[in-house]
């Protein structure tokens, strides 16, 4: 078990770590599973600007937290409302990464607990969350977290990759 992170509320002064975590454990967990020339090209300047209007913006939906271990951020988890119209019992976790440096340290585990309870404090008695097929290392982490497949799979098709995801569910009561 590696040093503690603080858990906390992502600012517009962390889009900078945010993407550096984003493109390194893309690059490590999609590997494979992802055409190389993709991952390579995974850009962490675009990255923050992204996050940076993400975690700025006044009419966002959702939440940013972030793992920051003596000022560096080592993961992160963002989640909401879930996609179901309809369904405002059930939340999402859109969301979680922790930076391949810090896999197995507890990072993700404080993420997620953490993400459950503000999940569960917004009033939601249910979430769920999509992992990309052939994640071995997701499916377990969230399934020992209490996230199981329910057999809803979606197919994600951008450029001229089609990726098969399947949905894991909690519930949060």
């Known amino acids: ?5 603080d858990i ?11 993407a550096i975590v984003h ?9 494979g599973l992802m055409p190389d ?3 390579d090209g995974l850009s962490v300047e675009s ?21 920051d271990r003596d000022g560096d951020i080592v993961g992160w988890a963002s989640f909401g409302s879930g996609r179901d119209e309809g369904a405002s019992d059930e939340g999402a976790l859109w969301g979680l990464y ?16 953490a993400a459950q309870r503000a999940l569960r404090e917004d009033g939601y008695a249910c979430a769920d969350l999509w992992v990309l097929d052939g994640n ?14 329910d057999g809803d799979v979606e197919v994600d098709e951008r450029q001229t ?13």
Do not use: C, K
């Open 98 to 113: 922790v930076h391949p440096s810090a896999f197995a340290t507890g990072v993700g585990h404080a993420l997620i607990s």
């Open 47 to 67: 990255r923050a600007n992204g996050w940076l209007q993400i975690i700025s913006d006044p009419n966002g939906t959702g939440r940013t937290i972030v793992a």
């Open 161 to 173: 990759m089609r990726l098969l995801e399947r949905r894991r569910v909690t519930s949060l009561i």
């Open 8 to 18: 906390r509320p992502a600012t517009g002064d962390d889009a900078g770590g945010i």
């Open 23 to 31: 493109v390194a454990s893309w690059q490590t967990a999609y590997r």
């Open 1 to 5: 078990m590696g040093r503690s992170a």
């Open 136 to 149: 071995e290392r997701a499916a377990e982490f969230s399934e020992n977290h209490g996230w199981n497949e």
């Open 37 to 39: 020339h993709v991952l």
